[in-house]
């Protein structure tokens, strides 16, 4: 079973940067594609990022893309998600995902195709 703990979150002013990190135990990391989903309060979860098993495949939805960058360290068993430039309408509470059984390359980017969720963290831009 796979275990996701996710940290970094706060609260920023607009324009600032995060970086966002979710911790997998009880697996190897690389066996896993990894994913990033957000969901602000009275809207449903999206799609942030994802990240293929060998890192080199990422997505991203439209919103973020430029600003943010998906990453992970196999070897660290770590993902991350680094956030820039963020922005009011970031603000939602980020959940790292995850989901083993797939090729090297494939990057999912809906919640059904996750199988293995973590307990969120709170992101909060504000000035």
């Known amino acids: 079973q796979v275990q996701l703990v996710e940290s970094g979150g706060g609260l920023v002013q607009p324009g600032d940067s995060l970086r966002l990190s979710c911790a997998a135990s009880?697996?190897?990391?690389?066996?896993?594609?990894m994913g990033w989903f957000r969901q602000a309060p009275g809207k449903e979860r999206e799609f942030v990022a994802s990240i293929s098993r060998n890192g080199v495949n990422t997505y991203y939805t439209d919103s973020v893309r430029g600003r943010f960058a998906i990453s992970r360290d196999n070897a660290k068993n770590t993902g991350y998600l680094q956030m820039n430039t963020l922005q009011p309408e970031d603000t939602a509470f980020y959940y790292c995902?995850?989901?083993?059984?797939?090729?090297?390359?494939?990057?999912?980017?809906?919640?059904?195709?996750?199988?293995?969720w973590g307990q969120g963290t709170q992101v909060t831009v504000s000035s």
């Open positions: 009880e697996v190897t990391l690389g066996n896993y594609v």
């Open positions: 995902a995850a989901r083993g059984g797939v090729t090297l390359y494939y990057t999912p980017q809906t919640s059904h195709e996750f199988y293995f």
